[in-house]
């Protein structure tokens, strides 16, 4: 009974970030986390979705041709 008080109980070991590499990776990406990036990129991508979107609506107004190379190389030029 006296051999107990030698092996380390499992409950009091709490592994921190220095001893667990994913737990130090987890909080790096925490740590260094800069929102406005991400936002900013959002906000990029969206702005390409809404051109897309209009020059759809635009070209559906003109009721273009899309199969006419001719035509597509003239819209090209515009643009």
Sequence with gaps: SGCGS???SQSSFI???ST???AALKSKIVAEFRPQSLI????LYKRS???IELKEKQ???????VCSTETLKCLKGKA
Excluded: C, G, H, Y
Aim: net charge negative.
């Design 15 to 17: 592994p921190t970030a």
């Design 6 to 8: 030698l092996i380390p």
């Design 49 to 51: 979705e809404d051109q």
């Design 40 to 43: 900013d990129e959002l906000l």
């Design 59 to 65: 070209l559906s107004t003109m009721r273009v041709d």
């Design 20 to 22: 667990n590499p994913k």
